[in-house]
Every structure is written in C-alpha cells, then in structure tokens.
C-alpha cells in the first residue's frame, strides 16, 4: 500500500511522537516499519542535505544540531560533512512533507468539488476544509517555507522541495481548473496509480496547431448543423444538441484515438433522442439529404418495406468510414424514447461482434445528466460491465450534461453530489470535464480511450454543458428556470469561443473561421434543396449480413428442421458421458444414465433432452447457442443441469461443448438478479449475430415483467419500426400449479396483445419434440422473428410430455396444432371439441380418463394449440372441419380476461364460418375474470382447476 492510502488517518497533531519513535526504528532496520512509512523515510534520507537544510532553520535563528549524524554525497551540495540534526528536527521536517502529502491527497480525493467546470459560472464553488492548507497546521508564515516533497508523490511537480503556495497553485492547475477527477475510491492501486500519473501530466500535453484547426471544424458543424435547422426548421421538434455540442469532437476523438492507436474495428454507439440528428450526420455520417428528407415528411425506407417507421430522432445508422488510412465501422442504435434501454442493446451488439470474430469492438454509450441519475437500467448496465456473461472490454460513457432534466433542476434529479455517481458501483472513474472547454474534452476523451484499453474497464466523461433551448424546440424553458436561460441568452456558443480564442492564439483569423461557417452553411443548404427530390434507395444501416434474411412482405420460407439418427445419437451420446477423471455428483450421473436410456430405447424423450438435442444439433452445424438467465444452467426446476460442477474442483463441464472435435461453441450463463438489461442485452446480441441461437429464460414468467420496455419497445416492435430482426428466444415458466400469483403467469395475454403484423410467435408447447423443432427453425428459415415460450414448469418431468426419438427426426416438423391422439377417440362420434393450450392439456387428458364411462369419453376431442401466434388458422380449419357437427369449448388455467381467450376467441369463430361450421361460437371453460392471476391458497387453486376441467370436459358433478 502507497503512503497516499492512509496517510491522512494516522498522522494527525497527536501521533508526532509516534512518527519520531517510526523512524528511530526505521533507522535501525528499515525492514522493521510498513513499507508506505519506509518509502517515505527512504525518500527523506536520499535528500537529506534537502532535510537538513531546513532543520538548521533560517540563518537569523538556527536551530540546535546534535544527535544524529548526516553523511552526504560528495556531488551533492550540502552541509558541511558532520553535521549533526536532532531526531526532533528531522521529525518536523518529516512532519511538514506528510501534511504537504495530506494535501495533495485531499485535493486528489476532493478537489472536484472546487473545480471551474459549469460553463454558465451558476454554480458557486465553496473551498472544502480539506482543501485549506489550515487545516493541515500551516499558517501563513509557513505559506512560502520549502517543504520536501518526494519524486514519486507528485509528478505534476518538477522538482522535491516546493512551498505551500506552489503545491497548491500546481494543485489547481491539475484538479481545479476545467477538469475534475473521480478516482481515488477506485480499489485497484494499479488504476489509481496509472490514472495519478497521467491526470498529474496532462497539463504537459498541448493539441498542435492542425488539432486545434480540426477541432474548430468540427465545432463550426455541430453548431453550424443546429444553427441551419433553428432557421430552417422553425417551432419542429428535433431534440437539438444546441449548448452541448462538445459533444461532436469528444466522439472525434473517441473513434480518431480508439482507431490509429488501438486498431478498433468497429464502434457502436447508443443515445437517446437530444443531439442524436447531429451525431448521425456529424460523426456516423449520414447523409445530411437524407435527413432533411426525413424532415420534410419522407420516410427513411425505400419504396414498398412494409412497416410503421419511426421518428427521426429515434433512427440509427451505419457507416464504414476511414481515419488516417484505416477502416472503422461507425453505427448508431435504434432508440424509443425510454431514455436509457438502448445502452444494454448496445453491449449486446458490441459482445456478439467480439465473440464472432476476435477483434476489438467498442461500446460508447451517451447519456443525459438527468437519466444517467434516475433510470436504473444505467445501474443495471453498469453492474454487468465485468461479469463474464456480459462484458466487452470496458464502456466509454459519455454524460452530455445540460444541467437540467427536461424541467427538473439537479437539486430536485438525484440525491448524490452528482448525477454520475451511480458510476462507483462499477468501479469506474469519472472525469468532469467544462463543456466550453473543448481541449480539455478531447484530451480527457483520449485518456479515456487508453484506460479503458488499459483496464478493460468503464469509464465516464461527464460534460458539463447546458441546454440552449427547451426540453424541445416548442418549449419556453424560462417558464421555469429564468436565472438559467437569463445566463443562457446571454451566452456565447462554443463555436464562437473557441474561434476568438485562436485567434488570439494567431491559429487561424477570424476571416478563416468565418468563411469554413459560411461554407458548411452553404453546403447544409445545397443538402437542402436537393432533399426535394431524393429517395432512399438502399438500406445502408442494416448489417451487410442481414440483407439475405427476408423482411416482411417478401419471399420468406420455413425449411427443414428435423434431423439424422446419426446426429441424434451423436448428440445423445455427449449428454448422457463426461470426461475422465471428472467427479460427477451421484444424482447427476443417474439423470447422465437415464438419458443414455432414452437414447438407446428412443422413447420417454423429456423436456430438457429434447431442447439439448436441438441445441446440439445447431451446434454441429456450426450455430453457436447462448442461453442466459437467473439459475439456467442448472435450470430453475433443476431440470436441465448442463453444466456440470466437479464436486471435488467445482470446474463447470459443458456437455454440448464436448460433442465432436469441429463444432460451434455453446455458451450458457446464470445471469445477475436483473431482467432489464439482460434481456435487453440479448436482444442485441441476436440483432447482431443473425447465426448464432440466443435465449433469455426468466427464473419464472412473471420475471418479465421487469424487461417490459425491452419487450414493448424492441422485441415486438424493432422490425416494424427499424427494419431491425431478431431470432431472440425468451423462455417464460408458466402455468397454474398453486404456487400464488406472481408464479402462475408469464402474462401470456400481454404478449398476445402486441401480437400483429407477423412481428414474433408466441407458443404455449405441450411436447418436447415440438420444442426442439421450434427452436430449430428459428435458424433454418430465411428470416428472423422472437419467439416467445411459455415454457414448462410441471411437464419438465411429466411422464405423459415425453416424446419418441422418432419425432426428432426424418420428415418430423414442427406442428402448431395437435389433433386428437388417443386412437380410441371415434372422430364421427365427437359432440365437443375442446381447445386448450400448455399444461391445461395434460389434466384434461387424465380427468378424461377417469370420466371414461361416464363421459362416454369418445364424445369429446381434445385439441392443442401450440402456436398462438401467428395464429395458424389453417391448420386449425382443417382439424376442426373434422368435427362438423361438434360444439366448440376454449380451456384455460389463466382468468378469463387473462391468459390466450380474448385473444383467440373471434379468431377461432372466424375459421369456424369460413367452413360453414355447425357451431360457428366458442364457449368458454375456465377461471373467472380476476384481479390477481392465480390464487396464494392451494386448496382454492385445486378446486377451481377441478372445475375448469370437468367444465371444459362437460361433466357435471353430482
């Protein structure tokens, strides 16, 4: 540990008597003190002519020399050779570096707080007491006494004896000028030490002329850009960047420094709606005719794709571009205007691409001060940063802080000193860095890009700027912060001061500066008018892999997805072995057992063999498989267990991973208790990696609730509005089985009620065969759509939910409606046909059986609905055109405005007049209409399921 970490605990006013005993010991065997106290005592006798210069005291009024003996170094001017100081004398000059070093340390720890960072000077900055040298015993006769100060405690201070007032004055020019620093609560010395030396040199490093030059360019377009739109689209809303335009070159120097320094190939980044117009155009590179065609009402599609689009504010883009000779691909993500969701999607996207091709991807998400503070999906996003499941090398957040969150002052948005201080969590260092300061923005957004490849760890540049307009261009900001926008009226642009500035400088005149405005405006202008005619004819920010996948409308195709015997043994045979010299749990190796059974008999197929059989079997066809969620490698109901622990080493053996030598890789992963971020981290990944199966399972269905903006606004939506597929697969544990409320549904009729347009599939499967076909085609069809699952909780170990191995395989497929199985049933003599879907099955199967005599159980069909959507009509037309003169009953487990009814209802009524049914109505059977989705008591759910059933079954009690 440094002298830096504790100096400040131990050496107060009272403990001088124990420094003085420290370093009489110290002097009789170093080794015998703590390193941090031997480092400065070593420090103090390498300059002991430095020591004893001052011990002596001032030539009026020396001091007392006896004791100890100072041997000095014949090239080093000093006393005279003999010299003797006192141990009190040495202490006091020992004394007078620690507290200087307190100092130091307080204004590393703390001197943010009195940094210049608000540009419109309203903050008042109060100086902190650690921050006065009073505080530390110095008073004003000691303010210009030279104090030693060692070479390794302050490099931003050229030699080791300085006063007071030179300390402190190099002390603002680090830490309290346009920058401030938040890094000594970082627990990794090697960060805090790397992060010391380069802060305590920064002020070293100067931009040269050409910099400064391109840098003024890129603030002429981003104010220039906002500028031409304020003009020319007057009282339109486009969440301008207008007082936070710094952002532009601090992205610059994001890509420039990440690109020729570090070789980055791509850089995805993630923002809400303020600024992101500018950003697509000024730093992605979206062509400003584009947009002015967007804004003059024309869509951001070609001709003829279907969809409902988006706001142009809520767009992304792609682009390859060049710095200094070399490719980076630059892309922005669709965003919905729930702020913060998009930076979980983003890291998915940046993960898939590192695990598809092992080169260095970069994640910059940008963030206002207000939602950095109040949504906490940031938090979630940064607790995942360095879990193995989800990290991507390290995050650059950049915080475009307008001070104020759309009329909510910072004393009324978050309850710490900043609204960046969520940040800690992730052990990340923070910088804040004056918005009007663009050269201090581009040398922090480099430092930030050398630690983060450094560390492979976040780190987040909040700029401090302000925002010019409203929370929109129709709102009058001054309705409710007048002393601001009283400021900011008055305010100039960053454009116009960093022009004056080099021109005092003699970088460029103001004539030169003047002329690059007027010749961006000019071009903005010639955009304009040739917006007129312009029509989009590619679709040039969709990944170049997608383009073979078939959007909505076009030729789209279902394809083969049963298997070999071949494969299937094969597969079977890595999920029922492990490897030598693995110490298997003796529970776990019967279950291994079972399975070689299954396999070896082709029957009893359950639940988890028959998804690990379509995940293997992706596998050797080279589809990777990622399957993450709470407790899924176990699985929630202890079912799936397919990574095994060494019950001796607890070393993880994937099964699927050991299926043949060539084959794709699965990677299975317990989330962290988060549903937000993790889901909407999946769901990027999948947009990113079209070949790879990708999974999020909630621990039970209800979970999702918790990933609802994810679901509403990306997964059922993406593709309408942003031409954006995904193959994501969610697993949701559903079914009535007496556990309460919150454990029976998944909400099934949520996901129902966004249904429309082709835009997922949401299934309620009965079979395993049925689930390995489902998951199959997901990747062997010629489009992408999630899938949702209501998945199993009951039927994991159910012996009637079993398939045969002859399901899986040859021409089987997957079959969105089951017919009637049992072989007695007389499909002549069917008076009722009930329709169910999920678990509900299998309990009308066996009350079935039971009423067999007194039902005359022929009389009654039971059919299942394995897709609900899209609905399979069809399919469903012609199983019921089988019974033509049969009554018509819907079953569910869920409440009647709950569950698939309402939604299935006049669907099902419209096959049965479309072939002139007898009985062209449903009946209902099923749970009334209900606040909560299922009873907490077990006696209540057992009899309302006993009723549902003998009511869906038709069967009267006595």
């Not at 610059?252 to 980044?269: F, G, L, P």
């Not at 695990?355 to 940064?382: M, N, P, S, T």
């Not at 202890?638 to 699927?656: C, E, G, I, W």
């Not at 549904?745 to 009965?766: G, I, K, W, Y």
Request: with cysteine.
């Amino acid at each position: 540990m440094a002298i830096n970490d504790h100096i400040a605990s131990v050496f107060s006013g009272s403990n001088s008597a124990y420094l003085a005993d420290l370093y009489a010991q110290w002097v009789e065997n170093p080794e015998s003190v703590d390193s941090s106290f031997s480092e400065l005592f070593t420090a103090l006798n390498d300059a002991r002519h430095i020591v004893a210069k001052d011990a002596r005291g001032a030539s009026w009024a020396p001091r007392p020399l006896t004791d100890i003996v100072i041997e000095t170094d014949e090239k080093t001017p000093s006393p005279s050779k003999g010299d003797k100081i006192s141990k009190e004398q040495l202490y006091s000059a020992a004394n007078d570096s620690i507290r200087a070093i307190q100092l130091i340390n307080a204004y590393r720890t703390l001197g943010h707080q009195y940094a210049q960072l608000d540009p419109l000077q309203l903050s008042h900055r109060i100086l902190v007491a650690e921050l006065d040298p009073e505080t530390y015993g110095f008073t004003a006769q000691d303010i210009d006494r030279p104090i030693f100060i060692g070479k390794n405690i302050a490099s931003f201070l050229p030699q080791e004896i300085h006063s007071i007032r030179e300390i402190i004055a190099g002390l603002h020019k680090v830490y309290c000028r346009s920058i401030a620093w938040e890094y000594m609560y970082l627990q990794d010395n090697k960060q805090r030490q790397w992060l010391m030396q380069k802060i305590e040199n920064l002020n070293t490093v100067s931009l040269q002329n050409d910099d400064k030059k391109r840098l003024l360019q890129q603030l002429t377009e981003a104010v220039g850009f906002e500028a031409f739109c304020s003009k020319r689209y007057v009282g339109v809303k486009r969440f301008g960047l207008d007082g936070g335009e710094v952002t532009i070159p601090a992205l610059h120097a994001v890509i420039r420094h990440a690109v020729t320094q570090y070789d980055v190939k791509s850089i995805s980044m993630g923002m809400a709606h303020r600024g992101r117009l500018n950003v697509l155009t000024n730093v992605v590179g979206k062509p400003f005719v584009a947009l002015f065609h967007e804004f003059a009402g024309g869509s951001y599609k070609p001709d003829g794709i279907p969809g409902a689009a988006d706001v142009k504010y809520h767009l992304g883009y792609r682009k390859q571009v060049e710095v200094e000779g070399k490719s980076v691909e630059l892309s922005m993500a669709f965003n919905p205007s729930h702020l913060e969701a998009v930076g979980a999607v983003v890291e998915g996207q940046v993960r898939a691409e590192q695990d598809r091709d092992g080169q260095k991807h970069l994640a910059v998400l940008l963030h206002g001060d207000a939602a950095f503070a109040g949504q906490g999906v940031v938090y979630e996003i940064l607790a995942m940063s360095q879990l193995p499941a989800y990290e991507t090398g390290g995050t650059i957040h950049i915080v475009t802080n307008n001070q104020i969150g759309f009329t909510t002052s910072p004393d009324l948005a978050f309850s710490g000193y900043y609204g960046t201080d969520v940040a800690k969590v992730a052990r990340a260092p923070i910088v804040h860095v004056n918005g009007d300061d663009p050269e201090a923005v581009v040398k922090v957004m480099q430092l930030a890009v050398e630690f983060r490849e450094q560390f492979a760890t976040d780190i987040v540049v909040d700029l401090v700027c302000y925002r010019r307009n409203g929370h929109n261009e129709t709102d009058e900001p001054a309705f409710t912060q007048p002393l601001m926008y009283n400021v900011i009226r008055k305010h100039d642009t960053i454009y116009k001061i960093y022009a004056d500035k080099l021109a005092n400088e003699g970088v460029i005149t103001s004539g030169e500066s003047e002329a690059h405005w007027n010749t961006f405006q000019e071009y903005l202008q010639a955009s304009y008018n040739a917006s007129q005619d312009f029509r989009v004819n590619t679709m040039e920010w969709v990944n170049a892999d997608w383009h073979q996948m078939k959007l909505r409308g076009q030729e789209r195709q279902e394809a083969i997805t049963a298997i070999s015997m071949g494969v299937a043994q094969k597969v079977g045979k890595a999920l029922s072995s492990y490897a030598d010299g693995f110490n298997c749990h003796p529970k776990l190796t019967r279950q291994l057992e079972a399975k070689a059974q299954m396999f070896s008999s082709g029957e009893n197929i359950d639940w988890a063999t028959g998804e690990a059989l379509a995940f293997g079997s992706l596998l050797l066809e080279n589809y990777p498989v990622r399957l993450s969620g709470q407790d899924c490698q176990r699985g929630t109901f202890s079912h799936r267990n397919a990574v095994l622990f060494d019950q001796k080493t607890q070393q993880p053996y994937v099964l699927l991973n050991h299926i043949q030598p060539e084959q794709a890789k699965i990677d299975i992963y317990n989330s962290f208790l988060s549903e937000f971020a993790v889901l909407g981290f999946e769901y990027g990944y999948s947009c990113t990696n079209l070949n790879a199966l990708v999974l999020w399972e909630a621990q039970f269905g209800d979970f999702a609730n918790g990933a609802q903006i994810i679901i509403d606004q990306f997964i059922s939506a993406g593709e309408s509005k942003w031409l954006q597929m995904s193959g994501l697969v969610m697993l949701l544990p559903h079914s009535q089985e007496g556990q309460g409320a919150e454990h029976s549904s998944a909400r099934l009729e949520r996901f129902l009620q966004l249904c429309a347009d082709e835009n997922m599939q949401v299934c309620n499967l009965t079979t395993p065969a049925n689930y390995f076909h489902a998951l199959r085609r997901q990747l062997k069809r010629n489009y992408r759509q999630p899938l949702v699952i209501m998945s199993p909780k009951s039927l994991l170990r159910h012996k009637l939910a079993q398939s045969p191995l002859s399901a899986f395989i040859d021409e089987t497929k997957f079959l969105p409606v089951i017919d009637e199985v049992d072989s007695a049933v007389i499909k002549e003599k069917i008076k009722r046909v009930v329709l169910c879907s999920g678990k509900v099955y299998y309990d009308l199967w066996a009350r079935r059986l039971e009423l067999r005599c007194e039902l005359q159980s022929e009389q009654v069909a039971l059919v299942r609905m394995e897709q609900l959507y899209p609905f399979p009509a069809q399919e469903l037309s012609t199983i019921l055109s089988q019974y033509p003169n049969a009554e018509i009953i819907w079953c569910q487990e869920e409440p009647e405005n709950m569950g698939a009814w309402n939604f299935v209802d006049r669907k099902i009524e419209k096959c049965l007049r479309e072939i002139k049914h007898s009985n062209p109505f449903v009946q209902y059977a099923g749970r009334l209409a209900a606040a909560s989705p299922a009873s907490g008591l077990s006696s209540v759910y057992k009899s309302e399921q006993e009723g549902l059933v003998d009511q869906a079954l038709g069967h009267k009690k006595a």
